[in-house]
């Protein structure tokens, strides 16, 4: 359990960041919550992968996409940041669940994008909207779309939104009990290790996560799984990074202890 003097505590340093800063915390055993600005709408870099990917889990789980279909991958696709994609030349034909993959264990941006035209963005707000209970996260652009984001126009998330999500996902209530559970296996082989799992990692702690970094943005949003399971998410904008990845990283370690620390053996 979170102590009155530390939540005061951890408020403050968030109210403390630059910029535009939110979290949101709770403990799946005990319901216990902690949020802070947690319903604002800020910029999601890469944690905006993870309602795409569960998207494509819905239609899956129905019937109405086939995980073997199979998208081409030219050099135009090829952009910056992180992912395999780019290493690639020429055409390839690449399944939609492996660009699923890519997308969240590498946070692979042209998979990304690629798997955003195959649904394409209207249907995907519509789906976030109505099938997905997101009243906050929407997709107003492509990733690495410098001419949309030159004009303002940056895609949305919330914390609170994100940790619904993934508390979904622990409760097996997404889609089916077999896709929320693929879905975390996915989501526990994420290689950006920065952040949530920072300080918590040498206790071999399994940790189901997404993060999300761009200049001014440092997110992350993640299911851990001390003894008392707890969802911690963080979003930011037009904030310092290596502050704001500070705080995650010893604030996520303080909530872990507080939840009992690693499971039992």
């Not at 403990?27 to 494509?56: C, H, M, W």
């Not at 994008?113 to 997709?139: C, H, S």
Request: aromatic share 8%; net charge negative; proline share 3%.
């Amino acid at each position: 359990m979170l102590t009155k003097e530390y939540r005061e505590k951890l408020r403050a340093q968030l109210q403390g960041m630059k910029g535009d800063v939110a979290m949101y915390y709770k403990n799946l055993e005990t319901g216990e919550t902690f949020g802070y600005r947690e319903n604002d709408p800020l910029q999601p870099a890469s944690v905006i992968k993870l309602p795409v990917f569960l998207r494509y889990l819905q239609l899956w789980v129905r019937g109405e996409i086939d995980p073997k279909e199979e998208l081409t991958v030219t050099d135009a696709d090829r952009i910056g940041g992180c992912g395999a994609l780019r290493a690639f030349h020429g055409e390839q034909r690449v399944s939609l669940e492996t660009l699923w993959e890519l997308m969240i264990t590498l946070s692979d941006n042209a998979a990304t994008n690629l798997l955003i035209r195959r649904l394409g963005r209207e249907e995907l707000n519509r789906a976030f909207r109505e099938e997905m209970g997101l009243t906050v996260t929407r997709i107003n652009r492509l990733l690495f779309d410098s001419e949309a984001a030159s004009r303002g126009i940056e895609n949305e998330i919330s914390a609170k939104e994100m940790g619904m999500l993934l508390q979904q996902i622990w409760r097996r209530e997404f889609a089916s009990p077999e896709m929320s559970e693929y879905a975390e296996e996915i989501l526990a082989r994420q290689q950006i290790n920065h952040k949530i799992p920072g300080y918590i990692s040498d206790w071999n702690v399994r940790i189901a996560h997404k993060t999300g970094e761009d200049d001014g943005i440092a997110n992350d949003v993640g299911l851990v799984y001390a003894k008392q399971p707890f969802v911690v998410c963080y979003a930011s904008t037009n904030t310092c990074e290596r502050d704001f990845e500070i705080l995650i990283r010893q604030s996520a370690w303080d909530i872990f202890r507080a939840c009992g620390g690693a499971p039992e053996e």
